[in-house]
T-cell receptor, first 118, second 113 residues
Framework: DGGITQSPKYLFRKEGQNVTLSCEQN?????MYWYRQDPGQGLRLIYY???????QKGDIAEGYSVSREKKESFPLTVTSAQKNPTAFYLC?????????????????FGPGTRLTVL | AQSVTQLDSQVPVFEEAPVELRCNYS??????LFWYVQYPNQGLQLLLK??????LVESINGFEAEFNKSQTSFHLRKPSVHISDTAEYFC???????????FGSGTRLQVQP
């Protein structure tokens, strides 16, 4: 079955530790995204990547880092610099049509990882 | 810059009653519009989308949304809700040419028996 997997589902971290959230997709999508979800605030974009070895900061990138060494994988590291990391993290992917085409950006989401800092 | 406003954070409704979840957007260019649904502790699922053409779009489970350009709205409606519709609903906008979606803050639909 094609889809997006995120692991682990629940993650606990002590303050001051870095932690990496996994996101894998087998949809052959070019673009991948990371969002953070907090109660009452909807989803906010952390980072996105349109192709391998390239990624762009979103609206709330401070305290996070990403890599895109393979098309199917887009791990997110929550560093100790992130002041309030407790949240639900969602990964998504989409087909990336050509720049000149009138494309739309339907995103497919993984099940999410709930990170709690103790 | 694109933005989305969902005015109602929670909407309680009785089973079999009609419901409307409101969504307004702001953008200086043409947009694509989406409604996503999220069940507890799960990811988001696409409910319906407006890309072009008919301004009324429908989902397979009875929801519909109408794109109103003059009012910059994309409200979600269902004539008769079920208990299973209890979830959080997110409106999202994508400006043509941009890669990222912008989401509203979400509306929690609570269907009561």
């Amino acid at each position: 079955d094609g889809g997006i997997t995120q692991s682990p589902k629940y993650l606990f971290r002590k303050e001051g530790q870095n932690v990496t959230l996994s996101c894998e997709q087998n949809l052959n999508h070019d673009a991948m995204y990371w969002y953070r979800q907090d109660p009452g605030q909807g989803l906010r974009l952390i980072y996105y990547s349109q192709i391998v070895n390239d990624f762009q900061k979103g609206d709330i990138a401070e305290g996070y880092s990403v890599s895109r060494e393979k098309k199917e994988s887009f791990p997110l590291t929550v560093t100790s610099a992130q002041k309030n990391p407790t949240a639900f993290y969602l990964c998504a992917s989409s087909i990336l049509a050509g720049v000149l085409s009138s494309s739309y950006n339907e995103q497919f989401f993984g099940p999410g990882t709930r990170l709690t800092v103790l | 810059a694109q933005s989305v406003t969902q005015l109602d954070s929670q909407v309680p409704v009785f089973e079999e009653a009609p419901v409307e979840l409101r969504c307004n957007y702001s953008s200086s260019v043409s947009v694509y519009l989406f409604w996503y649904v999220q069940y507890p502790n799960q990811g988001l699922q696409l409910l319906l989308k407006y890309l072009s053409g008919s301004t009324l779009v429908e989902s397979i489970n009875g929801f519909e949304a109408e794109f109103n350009k003059s009012q910059t709205s994309f409200h979600l409606r269902k004539p008769s809700v079920h208990i299973s519709d209890t979830a959080e609903y997110f409106c999202a906008v994508n400006e043509k040419g941009r890669r990222a979606l912008t989401f509203g803050s979400g509306t929690r639909l609570q269907v009561q028996p």
